[in-house]
Structure formats: structure tokens, C-alpha cells
């Protein structure tokens, strides 16, 4: 009996270690949210952890087909807002051609970043979708990626 009481202890501390963890994951992406942008004029290139997919990235495992425009600019504009708010894509900051949004996870309120790049003259609209904190996403990214790609074409 005692042995079963020890072990019930032990888990429950553990548990409530990986609860604190994860709680100090999703206040360190509020804190310190990672550098976004453009450089050079292109989606900044995706970290060497495997949660980040973007059109714009030389690495096999991490590229991402771009988003077709729908349209003209201004149709593809609103439909990819529309399409954001469809897969809960927020706070969107625009800087003319860039885009800055992002979506937040449902239990332990991560916070993912979701950048995108219009480039009329290929009439493409190119996006980078990366995990603020832990390595890997299991898709996550790419899988949100297709589905802002499916409610765009839905939209437009």
C-alpha cells in the first residue's frame, strides 16, 4: 500500500512538472517572440528545428508550395482575409506587401506565427508559417498552411 501511494505521488508531481512546462513554453513565446520580417525583401529563411514550413525556403523538408492569387490583388486580398479568419488566423498587421498574423493553440495557448509575402508579378502570394517554442509540430504548420490554401481557393 505504501508502495502505491509513493507511486501515485511520484506521478502526480510528474505531471504537474510537464503542466508547468508547458505553461512556461506558452509565457516565453508571449514574452519573447521571435524576429519577424522580411530581409531582403523575402519570407526569413525557417530555423533548423522542423516546425516552420515556408515558400520561400531553400530546404526540401521545409518548403511549401505559395498560395495562388485568386483574381486580381485586391480579390485575393479579401478572400485570404476571409480564409484567415475561417481557420482563426488573428491580429493581422499589414505593411504593404507583407503580412503578419498569428494563431494561437487551443490548450496551452502557443503561439504560432504565420507570415505572408504578395508577389504580383508571379500572382503567388508567399507564406511562412513557424512554431514560436519547442522542435518539432508534427505538421502543424504545413498542415495549417493547406488548410489556409483550401479556404482561399474555397473563398475565391
Known amino acids: 500500500m505504501k508502495l502505491l501511494s509513493l507511486l501515485f505521488k511520484t506521478l502526480l508531481v510528474l505531471a504537474l512538472l510537464v503542466v508547468l512546462a ?3 513554453m506558452s509565457i516565453w513565446s508571449r514574452i519573447f517572440p521571435p524576429e519577424l520580417g522580411l530581409v531582403d525583401g523575402h519570407l526569413r529563411p525557417c530555423p533548423d528545428r522542423p516546425n516552420c514550413v515556408s515558400s520561400m525556403d531553400a530546404a526540401a523538408d521545409k518548403q511549401i508550395e505559395p498560395l495562388a492569387y485568386v483574381g486580381d490583388r485586391a480579390q485575393t486580398e479579401a478572400a485570404l482575409r476571409s480564409a484567415m479568419t475561417r481557420i482563426e488566423l488573428v491580429g493581422v498587421q499589414q505593411q504593404g506587401d507583407y503580412w503578419q498574423q498569428t494563431h494561437t493553440s487551443l490548450i ?3 503561439i504560432d506565427d504565420i507570415e505572408v509575402l504578395f508577389d ?7 507564406i511562412r508559417s513557424a512554431s514560436r517554442v519547442g522542435y518539432s ?6 498542415a495549417r498552411v493547406e488548410a489556409l490554401r ?3 481557393r474555397a473563398t475565391g
Open 22 to 24: 508547458f505553461a512556461g
Open 108 to 110: 496551452f495557448r502557443f
Open 120 to 126: 504580383d508579378q508571379n500572382r503567388v502570394v508567399h
Open 137 to 142: 509540430d508534427r505538421g502543424v504548420n504545413r
Open 150 to 152: 483550401e479556404a482561399l
